[in-house]
């Protein structure tokens, strides 16, 4: 089983729509959540970390973190052309804190 | 300030050769890892160092190999380049050892041919 695991993308939205990401994890020991957007020949970069169940607003990004599922998703709220990119979900694994990733989301969004 | 920074950007090496590749972390950062990103997938974590000591070690051969200087910039080195070495190779600088919330620098596009 992966340490992170995200639902296969593709995902296509229309411009103002809202993208909803799903992220799973395996250690239930982990304690902090990372989003991370990657634009296509770039590195990524971190927009969301979150540490307590529930939401977390920024901006027009919310993340939610259940741990009892151990599920975490991102949601991007009015969804832009400049959202176009792959999200990255990530959490630490194992005890030396290294980040283990997900595969990635890619989101396009629709003018 | 300076955000975490890579160098070089691109390098283009022959099989079998070796490469040296560099990162700066963001000031007052301590600790530094080291990831590889092959296209299509997540980072893959080689390596963490905080305060010039390894504390952390991924799935990869003796090939791959780094230190950290006094001065917390570290270095990643590769020998004997095969094909499938070819990647995106971040670097990610935190707080410190413990610190999961880690910021990347621009990557080196390393193309061994």
């Known amino acids: 089983q992966k340490e992170v695991e995200q639902n296969s993308g593709p995902l296509s939205v229309p411009e103002g729509a809202i993208a909803s990401l799903n992220c799973t994890y395996s250690?239930?020991?982990?304690?902090?959540f990372f989003w991370y957007r990657q634009y296509s020949g770039k590195s990524p970069e971190l927009i969301m970390s979150?540490?307590?169940?529930g939401d977390k607003e920024d901006g027009r990004f919310t993340a939610q973190l259940n741990k009892a599922s151990q599920y975490v998703s991102l949601l991007i709220r009015d969804s832009q052309p400049s959202d176009s990119a792959t999200y990255l979900c990530?959490?630490?694994?194992?005890?030396?804190?290294?980040?283990?990733f997900g595969a990635g989301t890619t989101v396009t969004v629709r003018a | 300030d300076a955000g975490v920074t890579q160098s070089p950007t691109h390098l283009i090496k022959t099989r079998g050769q070796h490469v040296t590749l560099r990162c700066s972390p963001i000031?007052?950062?301590?600790?530094v890892s080291w990831y590889q990103q092959v296209l299509g997938q997540g980072p893959q974590f080689i390596f963490q160092?905080?305060?010039?000591?390894?504390?952390g070690r991924g799935n990869f051969p003796d090939r791959f190999s780094a230190r950290q200087f006094p001065n917390y910039s570290s270095e990643l080195n590769v020998n004997a380049l095969l094909l499938g070495d070819s990647a995106l190779y971040l670097c990610?600088?935190?707080?410190?050892?413990?610190?999961?919330?880690?910021?990347f620098g621009q990557g080196t596009r390393l193309t061994v041919v």
């Open positions: 990610a600088s935190s707080l410190w050892a413990g610190d999961t919330e880690a910021f």
């Open positions: 250690d239930r020991g982990s304690q902090s």
């Open positions: 979150i540490y307590s169940n």
């Open positions: 990530a959490a630490p694994g194992g005890d030396d804190y290294k980040l283990s």
């Open positions: 000031s007052g950062h301590k600790s």
């Open positions: 160092y905080y305060e010039k000591e390894e504390r």
